[in-house]
Nanobody, 123 residues
Framework: QVELRESGGGLVQAGGSLRLSCSAS????????MAWFRQAPGKEREFVAA????????YYADAAKGRFTISRDNAANMVYLEMNSLESEDTAVYYC????????????????WGQGTQVTVFS
């Protein structure tokens, strides 16, 4: 069983950048597909990006393509989400998630979740 903890959220002006980090402990990190989801107030949790076990394959939601980059460091048990050109619509709680089966944009497909980190984009 893996435990996940996000960090790096905060308040940022529209057009700015943030880098979210997620640390993993308690499992074999390289055996997990890692993903980022987000949830805005009053909305369902939505997929943002995912990266396969070796980091060689990534998958993005349309809203993230071209602006966000997911990466992982298996030696450090870390996964990152680099977010650029942030917009007010990106305001949400961002969650790190993991599974051992494969990349999926469906939240129910992930077994492990962090507590979330708040990202607020202001104009």
């Amino acid at each position: 069983q893996v435990e996940l903890r996000e960090s790096g959220g905060g308040l940022v002006q529209a057009g700015g950048s943030l880098r979210l980090s997620c640390s993993a402990s308690g499992g074999t990190f390289s055996s997990y597909v890692m993903a980022w989801f987000r949830q805005a107030p009053g909305k369902e949790r939505e997929f943002v990006a995912a990266v396969r076990w070796g980091g060689d394959h990534t998958y993005y939601a349309d809203a993230a393509k071209g602006r966000f980059t997911i990466s992982r460091d298996n030696a450090a048990n870390m996964v990152y989400l680099e977010m650029n050109s942030l917009e007010s619509e990106d305001t949400a709680v961002y969650y790190c998630a993991a599974n051992q089966l494969g990349i999926t944009p469906v939240a129910d497909g992930y077994d492990y979740w962090g507590q979330g980190t708040q990202v607020t984009v202001f104009s």
